[in-house]
């Protein structure tokens, strides 16, 4: 009989991690011969609906380019700088889709251009990413881009609703996001330049996984962006000069993304410790008081200048977790890790192992029981 070895999720050390009663409740019952089967069986499901996620593709091919007429409208689901997306029906089929809306004012030939450029999308095909259904231009003004539904929504949603996230669940999107960016840049030589938590998506099966990535340098060209949004999330060389961008400057935007989960509330202006300290205190499930600060343009070029990069708080948060964001937040560029390199952080690899799908899948449950 093998002898059953307990996982260790519990941190040394005097850091004051606030505990998570869903992560114990699901997690503390399992011990490692049971995980890995568990674990296997999940890989095998999320397979499958990768699989599935195919033949809805291969279904809807058949019935030609998309136009407006075969869909119907549910509702919003959100808006950004760009657009907003609608959940909508693709009425023949059935399928429930996330259809994006951008607004452009160019030309027919750079409409052209940008559909074209969006095709690719088509062969994304990945269980860390979106699933891309088709695209159209709608009147003289908008693209309009059909997408896998992701019914948990987006994770800056999430902290919304439901406050920080727990540092294993943080780990979890760690390992999710760097396979999605991995995907995306081996297959595909796509840079995903806009990572953050409103482009994470999480699903109540248990799946994260990236949308809203640069495929069409066309239509990254076309959108004017906002100082503040997008650009809160940037790499320091990439706010002092645009045109220096590399995996790099994804990788940043990574780091300063889940020291955002991690505090449940975006950590520019630098949250101070006794800010920390509170916000750590919140009961989980509690969302953070909303921060009424105005942020501009030159607030966050003067913070990337002049300051020292941001850190994670080591008093709340595990060695692997604060090794992990601050290798990401190292202000030089070719300091911080390549990506190959970031699967093998220690955070990385122990909470893309030990969290279950299905805990993930409760954790984005019980953030949705709120609505
Ligand atoms: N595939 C999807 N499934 C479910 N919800 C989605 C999907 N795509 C987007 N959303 C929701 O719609 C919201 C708006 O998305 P959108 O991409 O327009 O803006 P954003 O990512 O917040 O900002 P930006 O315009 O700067 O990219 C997101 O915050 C998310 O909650
Ligand atoms: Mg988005």
């Given amino acids: 009989m093998s002898r059953k070895k ?14 998570s009663i869903i992560i114990d409740s699901i997690q503390k019952n399992l011990d490692t011969d049971d995980h890995e089967k568990k674990k296997q069986e999940e890989r095998e499901q999320q397979e499958e609906r990768l699989r599935s996620q195919l ?8 019935y030609g ?16 700088n760009g657009g907003s997306v609608e959940r909508v029906v693709h009425k023949e089929t059935g399928t429930i ?58 994770l800056d949603k999430v902290i919304t609703r439901f406050g920080k996230l727990h540092e294993s669940i943080i780990g979890a999107v760690a ?39 640069g495929v069409s340098g066309q239509l990254v060209n076309s959108i004017v962006q906002s100082f503040v949004g997008t650009r809160s999330y940037m790499s ?9 961008y590399g995996v790099s400057s994804d990788i940043w935007s990574l780091g300063l993304s889940l020291m955002e989960l991690g505090y449940g509330t975006h950590p520019f202006p630098r949250l101070k410790p006794d800010e920390i300290e509170e916000l750590m205190r919140l009961p989980e499930g509690t969302p953070a008081p909303q ?28 060695p692997d977790c604060c090794e992990f964001i601050d290798a990401c937040l190292r202000k030089e560029p070719d300091q911080r890790p390549t990506l190959d390199s970031l699967s093998n952080f220690n955070f990385v690899k122990h909470y893309g192992e030990t969290i279950t799908v299905q805990t993930i899948a409760t954790y984005v449950k019980k953030s949705l029981n709120g609505e």
């Fill in 97 to 154: 889709m996330a259809r994006k809306l951008i607004h452009l004012d160019t030309n027919e030939e750079m409409f052209k251009k940008i559909l074209l450029e969006l095709n690719i999308l088509k062969d994304c095909n990945h269980k860390r990413v979106v699933a891309f259904y088709g695209s159209y231009q709608y009147q003289r003004s908008q693209i309009r881009i059909c997408m896998e539904y992701m019914d948990g929504g987006s």
């Fill in 175 to 213: 390992a999710a996001v760097v396979e999605g960016m991995t995907y995306i840049k081996k297959e595909h030589d796509i840079i995903h330049r806009d990572i953050k938590p409103s482009n994470i998506l999480c699903s109540t099966q248990g799946d994260i996984k990236l949308c809203d990535f």
């Fill in 236 to 244: 320091p060389e990439r706010i002092i000069a645009d045109h220096q």
């Fill in 6 to 19: 307990p996982i260790n999720l519990t941190l040394p050390g005097p850091i004051r991690r606030p505990p």
């Fill in 65 to 80: 380019e998309f136009n407006d007429s075969m869909f119907e409208l549910d509702r919003e689901l959100g808006a950004g």
């Fill in 55 to 62: 033949t809805v593709q291969s279904k809807l091919g058949k």
């Fill in 291 to 318: 921060r009424a600060v105005h942020v501009d343009f030159i607030d966050i070029l003067a913070d990337r200048v002049e300051n020292d990069a941001p850190k994670l708080s080591s008093e709340f948060f595990g």
